[in-house]
C-alpha cells in the first residue's frame, strides 16, 4: 500500500544518456512534486504540478523535462546527462497546492541517481 | 511500508512556551536523523540533525532528542515563537542513504 512510489531506486548511468524516472500516488492528492537532493541536507524544488498543470518550474535546466498523464503520476525525464545530475531526486504529493500552508507533503524513497 | 512516521499531522501551541513535535522510525540501521521545516510556497530547508551516536543536539531553540531503544526522535522548540508556524518533516537515513521522510506536522504557533 505504498503511498509515493518512484522508479527505479537506483539508476546508474553514463554521460550523454536520455533517461526517466517515473512517480505514482495513490493518495488521491492532487498536486505532485520533484525535489532534487544533493548534499546530505539540501533539499531543493525543481518542479510541481496541479492537476496536470504545471505550477511551479524553478531555475533547471531545460534537459529536465517533467511529463504528468494523469495527476496521480508525474515523471522525471532527463536528456543528454553531465555530471553534476548526480543526486537523489525524491518525488513527493500533497492535497492542496504548493501555497497551500495546511498541505503535508508524502515524499517517495528517493531514486539514487549516478552518472559515470 | 512508512518506516518514518510522524502521527500528529497538527499541533497548535501558544506563543512562548515548548513545541514538541514527535516521529517515530521502524528501521533500526537508521543512523542519521533531520527535522526539515517548510513555509507554504517553499521547499522544506534544513533545520538540525543528530546522528545515532548521540541523544541530543542542541541549535539555539532548537533541540533534537533521540531514543534509539524507542525508535522515536523529537523536536522541541522553546520558546515558540509565531515565525515557527509551518510544517516540519522528520527524516532519517542509514549509511547517507536511503533517505526516508515523514509525511510532516504543521506547527501553529499562537500569538
Known amino acids: 500500500d505504498t503511498a509515493v512510489s518512484q522508479t527505479p531506486k537506483y539508476l546508474v548511468t553514463q554521460m550523454g544518456n536520455d533517461k526517466s524516472i517515473k512517480c505514482e500516488q495513490n493518495?488521491?492528492?492532487?498536486?505532485m512534486y520533484w525535489y532534487k537532493q544533493d548534499s546530505k541536507k539540501f533539499l531543493k524544488i525543481m518542479f510541481s504540478?496541479?492537476?496536470?498543470?504545471?505550477?511551479i518550474n524553478e531555475t533547471v535546466p531545460n534537459r529536465f523535462s517533467p511529463k504528468s498523464p494523469d495527476k496521480a503520476h508525474l515523471n522525471l525525464h532527463i536528456n543528454s546527462l553531465e555530471l553534476g545530475d548526480s543526486a537523489v531526486y525524491f518525488c513527493?504529493?500533497?492535497?492542496?497546492?504548493?501555497?497551500?500552508?495546511?498541505?503535508?507533503?508524502?515524499f517517495g524513497d528517493g531514486t539514487r541517481l549516478s552518472i559515470l | 511500508d512508512q518506516q518514518v512516521k510522524q502521527n500528529s499531522p497538527s499541533l497548535s501551541v501558544q506563543e512562548g512556551r515548548i513545541s514538541i513535535l514527535n516521529c517515530d522510525y521502524t528501521?533500526?540501521?537508521?543512523?542519521?536523523f533531520l527535522w526539515y521545516k517548510k513555509y507554504p510556497a517553499e521547499g522544506p530547508t534544513f533545520l538540525i540533525s543528530?546522528?545515532?551516536?548521540?541523544d541530543k543536539n542542541e541549535d539555539g531553540r532548537f533541540t533534537v532528542f533521540l531514543n534509539k531503544s524507542a525508535k522515536h526522535l523529537s523536536l522541541h522548540i522553546v520558546p515558540s515563537q509565531p515565525g515557527d508556524s509551518a510544517v516540519y518533516f522528520c527524516?532519517?537515513?542509514?549509511?547517507?542513504?536511503?533517505?526516508?521522510f515523514g509525511a510532516g506536522t504543521r506547527l501553529t504557533v499562537k500569538p
Open positions: 513527493a504529493s500533497s492535497q492542496g497546492g504548493w501555497g497551500n500552508a495546511n498541505s503535508l507533503q508524502h
Open positions: 493518495l488521491g492528492h492532487d498536486t
Open positions: 504540478y496541479n492537476n496536470k498543470e504545471l505550477i
Open positions: 528501521n533500526s540501521m537508521f543512523d542519521y
Open positions: 543528530i546522528s545515532s551516536i548521540k
Open positions: 527524516a532519517a537515513s542509514a549509511f547517507g542513504n536511503d533517505m526516508r
